[in-house]
């Protein structure tokens, strides 16, 4: 008599699965004419986690140790910096955009640098960035908050059949991503470089160039979520990216890429955002103080993440 042993779901697929179970709490407690609203919050609120999470993980897959701090200084500063460049012009959108992505990709760059040429941890050499950059956006726009064009205010919460197109843009660039880690030729390279860089570079592969692309990549990331945030906010403001500094790890860790580095998942980082912006809503349905509510949150964090089997995820 052969027994079988109980599939367990991917890994990647629990933030969904929690996040699937926060709602049905919320929406039990809240009542069911809730349930879309709740939904709707969280998947628009979610797809800024998902940028950002999505440029933080191909760093970390490019192997152990390799991760961006810098995240928050650089969302903000690219904020600034496109706000600024646009001037509130709906004709400037455009110039906007590519300076908020020309700064995220150049603060990638510098953090590399920092790390290969001055031999720096990344924890350390992307935190001490972050705090030049919090100071280039401090002296920016001070305290003030910069005003987007009204074009940019009105693309952020743009509805076609009661549906917000901003989210479905994230989907796509996640999409992107996702195609790019399995079947381009970069991506490849980066997983293998995370499993073993000397292997890696046995085989051939530009380790150097692989991990530069990681780190541009990831500040560009930044600095398309600062443009569409600071759309959707009402500006830039310069604690705008305080809360991308853990959920842009924690969000790449629950959604299925291994913190060691040469494993990937692009899709699952939609399931973890959902479930983090979700779990705020519960405990803030249910009432629960600020200092409860934190302790909580930490609490649910650990356990899940442990509770995930680990697994190799593509």
């Given at each position: ?32 004419g809730s349930a879309g609203a709740t939904l709707s919050s969280a998947i628009v609120f979610g797809a800024f986690s998902v940028v950002v999470g999505t440029g933080q993980m191909f760093v970390i ?140 570079i046995f085989a051939g592969i530009p380790v150097r160039r692989v991990r530069l692309a990681a780190y541009i990549l990831c500040g560009t990331m930044a600095g398309l979520a600062a443009f569409l ?86």
């Open positions: 008599m052969t027994t079988r042993r109980l599939a367990l779901p991917a890994p990647w697929t629990y933030g969904f699965i929690f996040a699937l179970a926060m709602w049905i709490a919320t929406t039990a407690y809240a009542g069911f897959a490019s192997g152990p140790g390799n991760i961006d701090l810098s995240i928050p200084s650089v969302l903000t500063l690219s904020a600034y910096v496109s706000m600024t460049a646009m001037g509130g012009r709906d004709d400037l959108v455009l110039v906007g955009l590519l300076a908020a992505l020309a700064v995220g990709a150049a603060a990638g760059l510098l953090n590399f640098l920092a790390i290969t040429l001055l031999k720096l941890p990344p924890i350390i050499a992307t935190l001490a960035w972050s705090l030049v950059f919090q100071s280039f956006a401090f002296n920016f726009g001070g305290e003030a908050t910069l005003k987007p064009p009204l074009l940019l205010s009105q693309f952020a919460v743009w509805r076609v059949a009661g549906i917000q197109v901003m989210p479905l843009a994230v989907i796509v660039v996640t999409l992107a991503a996702a195609v790019a880690l399995r079947r381009s030729v970069w991506g490849r390279q980066l997983l293998a470089v995370g499993q073993s860089e000397p292997a890696a945030l600071a759309g959707f906010t009402g500006g830039a403001a310069l604690n705008m990216g305080d809360a991308y500094l853990l959920e842009s790890i924690a969000v790449v860790v629950l959604g299925g890429t291994s913190i060691a580095g040469g494993q990937a998942n692009a899709v699952g980082i939609w399931g973890a955002a959902l479930f983090f912006n979700l779990m705020a809503t519960m405990l803030n349905t249910f009432g629960i103080e600020v200092g409860v509510r934190l302790f909580l949150t930490g609490v649910l964090i650990i356990l899940i993440v442990a509770a995930v089997p680990r697994g190799r995820t593509t």
